[in-house]
């Protein structure tokens, strides 16, 4: 889990607000329609394969390890790496920013 310092929490809210506000009134390119598709970005990036890591007595070598180890190097490490899933939300966020419609 990663700990967001309240002042940086806050200048995202600001931020998150601003970008509300550049949204046209248009309904399929709305800050509605936005924030439905951040949800869904981050619901389907909450899905990508972790791989699972080995216990105490317990091979890396069982089946369903290395399927999980096979799904997540197809995945580019996503599922792993904050910054990305940082990136793919945020572009979510704001890909219809201004779009005329």
Not at 5 to 24: G, H, K, W
Not at 87 to 98: R, Y
Request: a negative charge.
């Amino acid at each position: 889990m990663v700990t967001i310092n309240p002042e940086v929490l806050s200048q995202l809210r600001d931020f998150v607000t601003a970008i509300a506000f550049l949204y046209p009134e248009n309904p399929f390119h709305s800050f509605e329609h936005a924030s439905h598709v951040t949800q869904s970005v981050t619901k389907l990036l909450s899905r990508i394969v972790k791989p699972i890591k080995a216990e105490k007595g317990v091979p890396e070598t069982t089946l369903e390890s290395s399927y999980a180890s096979l799904f997540h190097n197809y995945t580019y490490d996503m599922a792993s790496d904050p910054f990305t899933q940082f990136a793919v939300t945020f572009s979510a966020l704001i890909h219809d920013v201004e779009h005329p419609g």
